[in-house]
T-cell receptor
Framework: DAKTTQPPSMDCAEGRAANLPCNHS???????VYWYRQIHSQGPQYIIH???NNETNEMASLIITEDRKSSTLILPHATLRDTAVYYC?????????????FGQGTTLQVKP | DSGVTQTPKHLITATGQRVTLRCSPR?????VYWYQQSLDQGLQFLIQ???????AKGNILERFSAQQFPDLHSELNLSSLELGDSALYFC?????????????FGSGTRLTVV
């Protein structure tokens, strides 16, 4: 079962920042937060991941609260091409497997 | 192009038949993961292989099997197909066993069982 809670849908105006929240109140100390997105039946795309520090890459920023119970994915200047389902996943990169359990995600609609 | 190649892109077959889906991981990646996505179930983890060995199993039916070959490509075999097996099947790869730095997904195979 997915260990995260995300709003089912959100809207964002083109050019504005999109802030996608994720609740993971039962996260363990060794679990990372991963974000992926899926654009209309294409293969999911890795966006970013983090453990406890905030992370930034060319696609997005990830802000993790100090208690690690929630996080926010920030797309700084959303475009129409960012319309997608965004998945927040927690997973511990240890042991023999890297399987990820996807939940229902947040459908982000970027509007002109 | 993500670097993960899945063939065929589309497949239409009849109930009771058997099909094989193929995946070539990104160059240098040793892990291969298979996921099924149907309209009502979302993305479901099926199975993971690392360097030829099975590492984890998810909700994979007994009618389904997979393997990873010495050249690291993987095949997912689906037999005695039912209408409910119609779905998108995605393959993903990662360089390590734990997927620490994230996966790269292929573009999927759309299977339609009629």
């Amino acid at each position: 079962d997915a260990k995260t809670t995300q709003p089912p849908s959100m809207d964002c105006a083109e050019g504005r920042a999109a802030n996608l929240p994720c609740n993971h109140s039962t996260i363990s100390g060794n679990e990372y937060v991963y974000w992926y997105r899926q654009i209309h039946s294409q293969g999911p795309q890795y966006i970013i991941h983090g453990l406890k520090n905030n992370e930034t890459n060319e696609m997005a920023s990830l802000i993790i609260t100090e208690d690690r119970k929630s996080s926010t994915l920030i797309l700084p200047h959303a475009t129409l091409r960012d319309t997608a389902v965004y998945y927040c996943i927690v997973s511990a990169p240890s042991g023999n497997t890297g399987k990820l359990i996807f939940g229902q995600g947040t459908t982000l609609q970027v509007k002109p | 192009d993500s670097g993960v190649t899945q063939t065929p892109k589309h497949l239409i077959t009849a109930t009771g038949q058997r099909v094989t889906l193929r995946c070539s991981p990104r160059s240098g990646d040793l892990s291969v993961y298979w996921y099924q996505q149907s309209l009502d179930q979302g993305l479901q983890f099926l199975i993971q292989y690392y360097n030829g060995e099975e590492r984890a199993k998810g909700n994979i039916l007994e009618r389904f099997s997979a393997q990873q070959f010495p050249d690291l490509h993987s095949e997912l075999n689906l037999s005695s197909l039912e209408l409910g097996d119609s779905a998108l099947y995605f393959c993903a790869s990662s360089v390590d066993r734990q997927g620490t730095r994230g996966y790269t997904f292929g573009s999927g195979t759309r299977l339609t069982v009629v």
